[in-house]
């Protein structure tokens, strides 16, 4: 006869108030049911409910979990219970670049299909480029106080003109949706050639030269993307772009 195996069992509690839901109640909640575990899930209705469980358990946040009568703790704690990595709020990420250029490349090929039949054309290379900078220039436009807070760190001209923190998304976003309408081109290609130049230069300076370990605003005022590799291509595929599209109008390529 076979051994019937134990159920796990997890007591959870967490806020499900009339105007709140706790959205890392409902996290802890889905990662102890994919770990196998059968939720008793007991709910804080109200603020008073809540700040007594804390005040019993000596805690202060809620969620909180408990295997086997041992108190786990909130969503976090839970997280590293079984194994999971918890992010640090100092831990530097590639993921939200990887994503913006991975979102443009395809962007640029769609388009490209669309137009041409064909995802393997210089156009769709150049609306991979523009398209990245106006998703990057959208992140800098989101808390353009944080960006240009976090752009003097580096940036040189920024350092002697503190206005420029806040023209620089401005210029990214003009320079590439003319680059992706193909129009203008006396426009885009001073603008993108001007604060990818200074750009590249204020990255190299800071992180090749200076050796300083600093976070990168191109992705916005909470980046907390690295400032080195990544930040020089963006400036370097502005620079590519601008001295490539006269070429291209030119030759009709």
């Known amino acids: 006869m076979a051994i019937q195996e134990k159920t796990k069992t997890a007591d959870l509690y967490r806020m499900v108030m009339p105007d709140h839901v706790c959205p890392y109640g409902l996290k802890s909640k889905d990662l102890l049911e994919r770990n196998g575990y059968t939720v008793q899930d007991h709910h804080l209705t109200t603020r008073e409910e809540t700040d007594a469980f804390k005040q019993e358990h000596g805690v202060e946040t809620t969620p909180q979990t408990f295997i086997d009568g041992r108190r786990i703790g909130g969503h976090d704690d839970l997280l590293a219970h079984f194994g999971k990595e918890v992010p640090s709020e100092d831990e530097t ?126 992705v916005g005022g909470s980046s907390r993307v690295p400032l080195g590799f990544v930040s020089l291509t963006e400036n370097l595929m502005m620079i590519a772009m601008a001295l490539w599209m006269p070429f291209r109008m030119g030759a009709g390529v």
């Open 93 to 218: 990420s590639y993921v939200p670049v990887i994503a913006i250029f991975t979102m443009a490349l395809l962007m640029g090929l769609a388009v490209s299909w669309y137009m041409f039949g064909n995802i393997f054309t210089f156009r769709a290379f150049e609306w991979f480029i523009a398209f990245a900078m106006t998703l990057l220039a959208v992140q800098k436009l989101q808390d353009i106080e944080g960006f240009s807070t976090m752009f003097l760190n580096y940036d040189l001209l920024a350092q002697r003109w503190v206005r420029y923190g806040y023209v620089y998304p401005f210029g990214e976003a003009l320079a590439g949706i003319l680059m992706i309408a193909g129009a203008l081109m006396w426009v885009a290609v001073p603008v993108a050639l001007f604060i990818g130049t200074i750009g590249a230069i204020s990255v190299f300076k800071a992180v090749y030269i200076d050796k300083r370990e600093l976070k990168c605003a191109c």
